[in-house]
């Protein structure tokens, strides 16, 4: 059974950076996408960023761009999400979840498997 598990959260100040690190195991990455979702309190679960199966990313968190970046090492069966810049409208629990498509899907139902959650606070 597919399982995922983030981490890498923290505190941070204004402009810091964090990465966080989603473990696969139970299976390889070589039949999923994996996608990091964010959920902040009171609102809905977003999806940000997402590694396709087949090749490339999708970036669905417009204020992300130029600040994040999402790789994959299949070999270390691990997916990262690096956060430079970050600002205090980041903070919420980040989540990976895989998909066993080819290509990613903005839509939280499509995933299959969710790691259980790393909290990020960016305040100073």
Do not use: H
């Not at 399982?3 to 810091?16: I, M, Y």
């Not at 968190?61 to 980041?90: C, H, W, Y």
């Not at 980040?94 to 139902?109: D, G, H, L, Q, S």
């Amino acid at each position: 059974q597919l399982r995922l598990v983030d981490s890498g959260g923290g505190l941070v100040q204004p402009g810091g950076s964090l990465t966080l690190t989603c473990t696969v195991s139970g299976s390889t990455l070589d039949y999923y996408s994996i996608g990091w979702f964010r959920q902040a309190p009171g609102k809905e679960r977003e999806a940000v960023l997402c590694s396709n199966l087949i090749g490339g990313s999708r970036k669905y968190a417009p204020s992300v761009e130029g600040r994040f970046t999402i790789s994959r090492d299949d070999a270390k069966n691990t997916v990262s999400l690096q956060m430079n810049d970050l600002k205090p409208e980041d903070t919420a629990m980040y989540y990976c979840a895989a998909i066993r498509e080819y290509y990613c899907t903005r839509y939280k139902e499509g995933y299959q498997s969710w790691g259980q959650g790393t909290q990020v606070t960016v305040s100073s």
